[in-house]
Structures are given as C-alpha cells and as structure tokens.
C-alpha cells in the first residue's frame, strides 16, 4: 500500500521533506498511519499464517483415522492457530484501524504518543517472531490449546519459556497500545469534538483500551506464574504444595473473557459507521450505543467463569456466573436493535461495506445466541469442550470480528488509497466468504451436540460426514480470501480516483479530508459546528 | 529527529517525526527475552544473549529518556503533551496494579479456597479424602509438605520484626518524596536536593533489608519459593515489589542527578511527578504485602 | 451495476446449490441434536437445550425478519427515502431493553432449579472413583474395593496409528471402545467421585447428559442414575485436553439391572483377591 501516497500528495509531501523512504521509513515512522498500514498488513499476514494452520486442521479432520499428523503435531496446530489468529491477526487488524482512524475521527494531527505507537507494533513483531519460532523448537510448539491450562501445559518442551515471554511481549504491547488510544481520545480530541460527539468507533476503541489494559497484565501474572511453576518450583497450579490447577483458569478466563470483547467492541464501532452510511441516516439511539458497549465492558469483569463450569465451581458460584452471562444478552440486544431502527426507514444501498455489515448481523446474532445457550450451566454440562463451543466462537468471531474488519477496510480503503476498487470483484469475495463460512462453521454446531469433543485429531465414524463438509467449506473459505488479497493490492496500486467523500452520505470529520488521506492531516484542528 | 528544523508554533502539540529507538527497543526485548529462554532451557549460550539484551535495554533506557530529556529541555512540550506524559504515567501505573492483583489474587484464592479444600474444608471438602493427614491452616507448604528440608518444616519470618522495619523506611520515603514535591514546588532546591536523595537512600535500605530477609529464609529458615504455596506466594509478591522498588529507586537516581544538573521549574516538573507516583504505588503495594502476606 | 447485481445472485444461487449437494444424503436427526439420554438428568438437561433453542429460535425471526424487511423495503433503488428525524425513540428503547430481560429471567428460573437438583449428590446408593490418567481411565467401587484400569480397544488403537492403513469404518466402534468398561446398576443414584493422577481429564458420557473435570489432587463430585428400563451399553469420551492422546481415551459404560450388577461385582471382587 505504500505507493499509494505518491501522486495526490505532492504538496505535503514536499512540505515535510523528513519522511524517509525505502525500509527505513517503516522502521522509523511515527506517523500514524504509517503505523496503522504496518498493521494492517501485518493482520493479513497473519490472517494467512492462522489460516493455513486452520486448513491443516480441517485437511485432518477431513475423514476419520489419521491421515497427515501425529496427534501431538494437531495439538501444536490448534493452540498456534488459536494465538495467531487472536493476537495475530484480530487484534492487530482492530489496532491498525484504530490507528488509522481515530485521529481522522476525532481531527487529531497524530497519535498522542507516537513513538510509543511505534514501538508497540514492533514489540508485536518480535513477540510473533518469538512464537513462531517456537514451533520449530525441539519438542514443538505448545501443544496445550491456547488456553494453556496447566498442569498440562507445564509438559511443554523448550518451546514453553519462549511462548510464556511472547505472552509478555504482546502484553506489553496491547497496553502501550491502549495508553495511546486513551491518551489521544481524551486529550487529543479538536475542539467542540465533545465525549458524546465521538463516531461510536472511537468510542468503541475508547472502551477497549480500557479493557486491554485491566486484563493484559493479569494475563501476564498468570504466564508468568505458569513460568515459576515450570522453572522454579513453585506451587501455585500444584496441589501438592497447596495451590490448584482451577487457579490458573480464573486468572486466564479473567483476562480471556474480556479479552473477547476486545475483538469484537471494535468490531461493533465499525458495523455503527457502516450501517448509517448505507442507511443514509444517522445512527438510531446513539446515546443507548454508547452506554451499551459500556455495560457489555463492565459485565464482562464479572462472567470470567462460565467458561469453567465443569471444573466443579460450588455452587453459588455456578449460579452467579450463569446469572451475569445471560445479562450480557440485555446491551448486545440494544446494539442490535438500533442497528436495525439504523436502517428502518433509511434508504438502504448494498455496497461491499455494507453487505459485509449485515452479514455481520445476522451470523454474529447466531453466535450470540449459542453463547447463551452456553451460559446456562446445566446445559454447558453438555455443551462444554465439544464443537458445539467451536460452532460459537467462529460464528462471534469470523463472521462477526472478521466481518466486521473486511467490512471496514472495505469501507475506509478508498480513503487510504485514494482509489475505488473493484466493486464486482469485492461483491464475489463477499459472497463466496459469507457461503462458505456458513458451510464451514454451522455444521459444527450439529457435530457439537451429536457429542464430538473439540481438539481431537481423529473421531469416532458417525461425525464423518459433517465433518467432510466442515473441511470443504474452510477450504473454500480460504480460497476465497485469495480475491481479498488480489482486490487490496490491486486497489493499492491504482484505480479511479476516489473523491474526499468516497461514498454517497459520507459523515464524520474522516470524509473532509481528501483521498488518499495527506501524510499529514488536521496540523490545524478542524472546526466543528 | 528532524522535529526541530522546521519552524514550530509553540503552542503546537510536540510530534516527534520519525525515531529509531522503538525498533532498536524491540529489538533488545527481543534478544532479551530470547536469551532468558534460551538460558532457562540451559542452553550455554544462553547467558550471554541474556546479558546483551539487558545491555542494550539500559542503552535503550539511556538514549529514550535522554532524547525526552533533551527534547523537553528545548522547550518543544506544551501543556497538552505534558497532559498526554501524566495520562500515560498514570495509566501505566494502573496496569501495574493489575499486574499485582494477579498475584494477591493467587493469595487470596489459596488461602480462603484451595487450603481449605485440600485439608477437607468447605464446598469441595471431600478432596480431603485424597489428603487424610493434611490439616488446612495457613501459612502452609501444603499437604506435600514441600520444602527444602528432608522433614518438609519450614519457618517463616514474622511481620513484627525486620519487615515492620522496611514498613517504616517505605512509609517515611512516602513522606520524604512528599517533602521534596512540596520543596520542589516552592523553588527550595536545596530542600529538594536533600529530601530527594534521602528518599532513594531510604529505598535502598530497604532493599538491602530485604536481601537480609531473604538470605535469612534461603539459607536458615528452609523458606524459598519452592517451599509450598507460601512460599510462592510469599516470594513473589515480595519478589515482584522488590523488582520495583528497585527500579523506583533507580529513577529517584535519576531524577535527582536531573535536579542537581537544574532541570525542572517550580511549574513544569513532569518526570519528578512521575517518578513520585510511582514510588507511592510501591509504597501501596507494600502496605498491602505487610497486612496479607506478613502480617494476618 | 445491474450486471454487478445479477452476478451475485448467480454467486448466490451457485452457493447455496453447493450447500445443498454438500449436505450428507444419510442424514439422521441424531447426528443434528443433542441426545435425550437414558437418565433423569439428561432429559432435564436436554429439556433446557430444547427451551433455549425454541427461544432462540423465536426471537432469530423476530429480529431476522425485522431486518429483511428493513433490506427489502427501504432500498434506496426502491426509491426510498431517508426519514433522518428518526434518531431515537425512549419508548422503543426501553422496550427492547426490558422485553429481553424478563426472557432473560424466564429461561434463567428453570436453569437454576435445574441446576440445584444437578450439584445435590446426596442419598446415592453406591460410589464410584474415577482417576484419570495419561491416557486410560482408573475405575474404583470404593464400596467393594473392586478396581481396574480401561483404556482404548486394541482394534481401535491400530487402526487409528498414523498411515495405519485400516479404515476406520471397518472397525466397531471406532474410538469408542474399551477393553474393561464401566458396569454400573440402573435405578441407582450413583455417586461419582473424580481426580486425576497427572493432568485435567473429563469425565463425559453424553447419555447421562453430565460432564465433569478430574483434576489432579483435588475431587470433584456428581451424580448419574441410569433409568431402570435402559440397561445397555452408554459411550463416551474424555472431554478435556489432555495431551497428545486426548483423543483416545474413550469411556465406556454397561448399565445392568441391580441384580446382574451385583452378581457382576462379586465376580470381580472374587477376581481380584
Ligand atoms: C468475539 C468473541 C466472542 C463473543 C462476542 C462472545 C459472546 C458471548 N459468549 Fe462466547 N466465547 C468466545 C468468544 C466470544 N463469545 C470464545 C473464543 C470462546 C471459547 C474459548 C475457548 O474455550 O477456547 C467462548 C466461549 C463461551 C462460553 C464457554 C463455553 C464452554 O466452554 O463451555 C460461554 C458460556 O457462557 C460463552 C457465552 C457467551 C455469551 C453469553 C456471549 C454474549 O456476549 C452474546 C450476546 C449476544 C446475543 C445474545 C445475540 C443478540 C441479542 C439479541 C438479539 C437480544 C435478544 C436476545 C435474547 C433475550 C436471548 N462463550
Ligand atoms: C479470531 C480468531 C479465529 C479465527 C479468525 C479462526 C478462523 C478459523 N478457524 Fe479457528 N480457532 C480459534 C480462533 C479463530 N479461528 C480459537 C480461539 C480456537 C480454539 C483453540 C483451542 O482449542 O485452543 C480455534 C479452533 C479451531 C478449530 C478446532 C480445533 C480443535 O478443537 O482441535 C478448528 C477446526 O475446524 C478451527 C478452524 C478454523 C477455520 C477453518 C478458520 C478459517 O476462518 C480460517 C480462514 C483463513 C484462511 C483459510 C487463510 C486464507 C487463505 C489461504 C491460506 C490461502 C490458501 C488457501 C488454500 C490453499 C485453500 N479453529
Ligand atoms: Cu484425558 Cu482428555
Ligand atoms: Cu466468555
């Protein structure tokens, strides 16, 4: 993408003659969105490398008996494909829109802190560097589910130490990261740019970052105790010295819950900007939005453990948890609700962004639903480790988080390009994406609550054929991301010009500047009426 | 790098344009962590790649900081990026809290469930059944009586003695950096100098106390981190706020040279703030230690 | 723009047609649902699922036709118009904030009565231990002392080696076979005590509709109970990762009629002394 900026740009270009070129420019850029497009590309590659370890799977799981893996091997596929896909390429991706957008969206020159912005996406680098690596350490890379529950975890060759300091890198990554957002929204914004003026994308990422930065460190507590217990004879995950393996599954629920929030808030920012857009109508129920992705912040502190609720939880616990879950269903609704008010009465056009926003719409609204099944607690006595939480989480997180950022580069790529891309072409990815997801993931609901585990390599034979279709949809999932890659880059390289506008009701302070954005923007903050 | 050539309007938020210091950053993290790994799988040359990362990490602190430093000094910071540097301070402290809860809760949740399970008590009392001899109570090493003694005894070092002292010398430093904050502030730089200086002094006496207490319960007490959950527990609170203190302490150093040097106005004295707020988030978090971990 | 519509409706209609011929021809209602099970637990258990799927389903047409309708009505190559003064409506809000949480607390009732019944193990008859291990299941009467080891059948453990070259079809009950299967007496309520010995293990047998974890050194506890008219044999698997043969540690249970159970038991125990 970094030609792109060449042609409309000659005059700031000239202005700031400091931007370097050639490789040295990404090392060194501060600018934010040089970072954001490092992100971005840095996503999709990401998104590749999961992918291609998710096709492994499914090239397994394609017939019973073992065809291409040892089962220790499937492992190692599962709990890597789980980590780069999360912290790979989900997270990145939301990173790099914000990025990108939030100082266009709040008329904000630059991030607040760049040079801390830069040194979060090269810390993320290396933390992936790190654990890739580990996949061709001797003994191979942690094979305990991204999860890492102990004390399976703590069997884990040489690749342990290496994923346990990855963990930490990220983690500090994310929460320079968040400091930035933060920072830049409360302090950064133009004036008359008001909290309650912000583009619910901004303020999606406001409520983010403060979830990266509670629960990241309690994440890196908690490697870090996994680390102690393997290398320093500490007991917290041992029984014998008074400590529980159960321990460290609330401290990893009590960062990985929210953590899925963290995926999908900014996925909600986005489908909030895509939908009115397409609507021609402002967003219906702003307010009620905001304090919405509020309260699913705040409850998801305190639901943590209805991810545990085989782990013999008393009681009370089991209620609580199963309680507090299910109220999470009460904001989502209002999201979803307001959504749809968004486009009553609206005057709907079905451009790229916006097809990929409804399809987010309804498969999201899917996974949503089995999640509450899931939180009820007897019924997840049935449900829990098998496919059916398989089936859940892909339809929250691909056609809901992916969906929501294919929707969004969809969206704002005219304006980082400053060209149109090829609509046809976008509408095939759309379609083939949004079939073949459906015949990827919704099958596993059945193999799920016929009784097939989740992470096995082999199965009994009465899973056969779902599993046959499952395999052919991923298949036909990952191919079709192919066109994805050919559309950006063909974008990136050329087309019709796109106007400042880019779309028929353009709205938001991102749309007065020209396309493709200037390197620099907003230097003078923009007036607001 | 280039910031400073061209014309700026003072008023206008500080954008550095371009640096080379987050990748060369990332970079030493990188060979840093590589090398802990690769020294706590015992590869031989481990160790080394460890020590150049931690090298080139105080020579990234030293560049980073020096170029804030400079920059500040040239006057380049506004009000509002000086809001932007006390958000970010502030925030990363709270992300260190996090990063303690982490640990207490460890504490909290061994002492008022696992425990109690494992010697037969509560909700999941029949765990006892695995566990016939072991009565719950705390401190405890477990129903494994792990320790580094043959008869798995252990003793443990009492609140109201040498750590009552380190309270005191953490709870009088509190005060000293207050001394010096408030004699910063009312342009006594001589004040500041020598309250200052006794507030790292303080913080490192503390450390060293706290070496004492630790060599005591390695080698006398048969109290180390392998000593049951206690002495998790025990170590890695202590372990992890000692880290801290000691990297406090570090930038109490610093900050000081930056006062005998004449940095920072009555007004405009970010990084003394900073560096103040993080010693009385130590300090917090050694309350807490003393009350939990020491003390009941 | 008229072409760029019809062909994603050919892509649309080409899709669906690919699902379609994708989906299995033997398909059987089994293989689509959970399983009512053979105990009083799992039909409450799947009565649940079944509620909770009814609800989901209702409020998926309410909200799905909502938007259908919305896609279909207000297409601006319609001619629609944008109403822009519609921006919020209390009332509107309110009730879909409200409607969806008294649903909330009509599914979360029976789920917690549910529930209460599920965690009470008092009053069994008989009491079982079960000890996971890397990679077999340890089972102990702790009553009679009667124990034994079970692990993946021999058949099923060759044909599932990597490149074995057996085809998994040809052997009954593929993974889901043991050498030394549970046996239990129906009409019972049974007591079942878990732990583990190395790493967590789970305990599942979907036809008894529960599923707890083992974990090493500590127990956790729950109840089944067969129904008296099902005595047969009830498969299962371990439902926790647990390393590289996870996936081959099947649980197999014969439930048999009280008295059978007993003349089994005390064939085991003379056995075993
Ligand atoms: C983006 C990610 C994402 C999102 C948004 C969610 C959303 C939800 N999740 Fe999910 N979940 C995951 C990612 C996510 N989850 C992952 C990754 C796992 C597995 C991790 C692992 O084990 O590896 C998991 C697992 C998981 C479990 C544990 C299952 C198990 O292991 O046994 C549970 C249990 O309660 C759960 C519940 C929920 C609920 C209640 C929601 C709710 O937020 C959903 C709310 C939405 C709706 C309900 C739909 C819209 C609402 C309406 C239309 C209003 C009206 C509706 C009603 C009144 C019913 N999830
Ligand atoms: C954001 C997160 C995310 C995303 C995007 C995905 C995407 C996908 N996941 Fe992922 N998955 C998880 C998060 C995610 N997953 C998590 C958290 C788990 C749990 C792990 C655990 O149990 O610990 C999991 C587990 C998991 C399992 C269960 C494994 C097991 O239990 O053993 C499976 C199995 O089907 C699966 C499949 C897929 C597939 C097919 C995709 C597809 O959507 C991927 C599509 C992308 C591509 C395919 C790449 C693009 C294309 C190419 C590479 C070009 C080449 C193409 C061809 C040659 C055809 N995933
Ligand atoms: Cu035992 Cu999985
Ligand atoms: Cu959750």
Redesign the pocket.
């Known amino acids: 993408m970094s030609t792109a900026y060449g042609s409309g740009t000659a005059g700031h270009v000239a202005h700031h003659g400091e931007r370097p070129r050639g490789l040295g420019r990404w090392l060194t850029t501060t600018n934010h969105k040089d970072i954001g497009t490092m992100y971005l590309v840095f996503s999709l590659t990401m ?2 490398v ?3 370890l ?2 492994l ?2 090239a397994e ?1 394609f017939q019973p008996g073992l065809q291409l893996f040892n089962p220790g091997f ?2 190692q ?3 890597v ?2 980590l780069v ?2 912290f790979g ?2 997270m990145p991706a939301t990173v790099g829109l914000a990025n990108w957008m939030i100082p266009l969206q709040i008329g904000a020159a630059d991030m607040a802190l760049p040079r801390m912005n830069l040194f979060s996406f090269w810390l993320l680098f290396f933390a992936f560097v790190l654990l890739i690596s580990s996949l061709f350490m001797p003994g191979g890379a942690p094979a305990a ?3 890492l529950y102990p004390p399976l975890v703590l069997q884990s060759g040489s690749a342990f130490p290496m994923a346990v300091f990855s963990i930490h890198l990220m983690g500090a990554s994310s929460i320079m990261g968040a400091i930035n957002v933060i920072v830049t929204i409360i302090n950064m914004r133009a004036p008359g740019m008001t909290l309650l003026k912000m583009p619910l994308f901004t303020w999606s990422w406001l409520i983010t970052a403060y979830l990266l930065i509670a629960v990241m460190p309690v994440f890196a507590g908690g490697v870090t105790m996994l680390l102690t217990d393997y290398f320093f004879k500490t007991s917290f995950f041992n029984a014998a010295g008074g400590g529980d393996p159960v321990l460290f599954q609330h401290v990893f629920w009590f960062f990985g819950h929210p953590e899925v929030y963290i ?1 999908i808030l900014p996925a909600f920012g986005i489908v909030s900007e895509i939908i009115p857009t397409f609507s021609r109508k402002p967003i219906f129920g702003y307010e009620a939005m905001v304090y919405a992705i509020a309260s699913i912040a705040f409850l998801s502190f305190i639901v943590w453990a209805h991810h545990m609720f085989t782990v013999g939880m008393p009681l009370a616990g089991q209620l609580f948890f199963t309680l507090s879950t299910m109220l999470i269903a009460v904001p989502t609704g209002v999201k979803i609700f307001n959504w749809t008010a968004t486009m009553w009465r609206g005057s709907l056009s079905f451009e790229p962004p916006m097809l990929f926003a409804l399809s987010f719409l309804f498969l999201f609204t899917i996974g949503g639903f089995s999640g509450l099944m899931l939180a009820i607690a007897p019924a997840d006595f049935q449900y829990h480790d098998t ?1 059916f939480v ?1 089936a859940h ?2 339809y929250v ?2 056609p809901g ?2 969906f929501a950022i294919m929707g969004g580069v969809y969206y704002w790529l005219p304006k980082w390009t400053g060209h149109r891309y090829d609509m046809e072409l976008a509408k095939w990815h759309f379609w083939l994406t949004t079939i073949f ?1 459906n015949v ?2 919704f099958p ?1 609901h059945f193999l799920g609550l016929a009784g097939m585990p ?4 082999d199965y009994a034979t009465q899973f056969a054929d779902w599993n046959m279709v ?2 052919i ?7 079709s ?2 066109l994805f890659v050919w559309l950006i880059v063909k974008c990136a390289r050329g087309g019709a010009p796109a106007t400042a506008g880019v779309w028929d009701w353009p709205h938001g302070l991102e749309w007065t500047v020209p396309s493709p954005a200037p390197y620099h923007t907003f230097e003078k903050a923009p007036e607001l009426k | 790098m280039a910031a400073a050539e061209h014309a700026r309007d003072p008023g206008q938020y500080y954008f550095p344009h371009g640096s080379r210091l987050p990748f060369y950053g990332s970079v030493s993290l990188f060979v840093l962590m590589a090398g802990a790994a690769a020294t706590l799988n015992g590869a031989g040359a481990g160790a080394w790649v460890l020590g150049l990362g931690f090298v080139m990490l105080c020579v990234l602190f030293f560049l980073w900081f020096g170029t804030v430093i400079h920059e500040n000094q040239a006057g380049l910071y506004n009000e509002q990026v000086d809001r932007s540097f006390r958000m970010g301070m502030m925030w990363f402290i709270f992300s260190e809290v996090m990063f303690f809860a982490a640990f207490f809760a460890a504490l909290f949740y061994a002492r008022q469930l696992s425990v109690p399970w494992l010697g037969g008590e509560g909700e999941k009392a029949v765990t006892g059944l695995l566990w016939p001899d072991f009565d719950a109570g705390w401190p405890t090493n477990g129903p494994g009586a792990l320790s580094p003694r043959d008869d798995g005894s252990y003793e443990i070092i009492p609140a109201f003695g040498l750590p009552a002292v380190n309270t005191a010398l953490l709870l009088t430093s509190g005060l000293t950096i207050t001394i010096a904050h408030h004699a910063m502030k009312m342009g006594h730089r001589g004040m500041l100098k020598i309250f200052l200086a006794l507030t790292f002094l303080l913080g490192f006496t503390f450390l060293g106390v706290q070496a004492r207490e630790y060599g005591h319960a390695y080698h006398e007490l048969g109290l180390q981190l392998g000593t049951g959950i206690y002495g998790s527990t025990f170590f890695m609170l202590t372990g992890f706020h000692g880290l801290h203190v000691t990297v406090g302490a570090i930038m109490l150093v610093v900050i000081w040279l930056r006062c005998l040097k004449g940095h920072f106005t009555p007004r405009q004295h970010f990084a003394f703030e900073a560096v103040a707020w993080y010693w009385h988030f130590v300090d917090v978090v050694w309350l807490g230690l003393f009350i939990f971990v020491y003390w009941l | 723009m008229s072409i760029a519509k019809r062909n994603s409706r050919l892509s649309a209609i080409a899709g669906a047609l690919a699902t379609l011929a994708a989906v299995p021809a033997r398909a059987d209602w089994s293989l689509l649902n959970m399983p009512r099970g053979v105990s009083e637990l799992s039909r409450e258990i799947y009565d649940m699922h079944m509620i909770m799927l009814w609800i989901c389903l209702a409020i998926a047409i309410l909200t799905f036709g909502a938007m259908a309708v919305a896609m279909i009505r207000f297409r601006k190559s319609r001619g629609a118009v944008a109403d822009t003064r519609m921006l919020h409506n209390a009332r509107l809000e309110a009730a879909w904030t409200i409607v969806p949480v008294v649903i909330l607390i009509g599914m979360a009732i029976p789920s917690v009565e549910k529930l209460i019944k599920i965690e009470d193990t008092t009053g069994s008859q008989l009491t079982i231990k079960v000890t996971g291990y890397q990679w077999q299941w340890h089972y102990e009467y702790l009553d009679s002392g009667v124990a034994f080891f079970s692990r993946l059948a021999r058949s099923s453990d060759r044909a599932r080696q990597l490149g074995s070259g057996i085809d998994p079809n040809t052997v009954d009950n593929y993974l889901l076979d043991v050498d030394h299967p549970l046996v239990v007496p129906t009409g019972t309520k049974i007591r079942v005590l878990l732990t583990a010995n190395d790493v967590i293990h789970a305990w599942w047998v979907p036809a008894f509709g529960m599923k707890r974890d083992a974990i090493p050194g500590f127990i956790n506890e729950m109840w089944i109970a067969v129904d008296k008219d099902k005595p047969g044999t009830y498969r299962g698997q371990c439902a926790e ?1 647990c390393g590289a043969d996870h996936g081959f540690m099947p649980i197999v249970v014969i439930a048999k009629p009280k008295a059978e159970f007993q003349a089994w038991l005390a064939q085991q125990k003379a056995a075993q002394s």
């Open positions: 998104f590749f999961g992918g291609t998710a096709l799977i499914r799981l499937f492992n596929l599962t709990t494909h789980a896909m999360v390429a989900v589910g991204w999860t995926m496919y398989v989480f892909h997180l691909v988080a992916v997801v990827l993931f596993q989740r992470r096995i390599p499952s395999s949809g991923a298949f036909g999932f990952g191919l991301q192919l | 990762l």
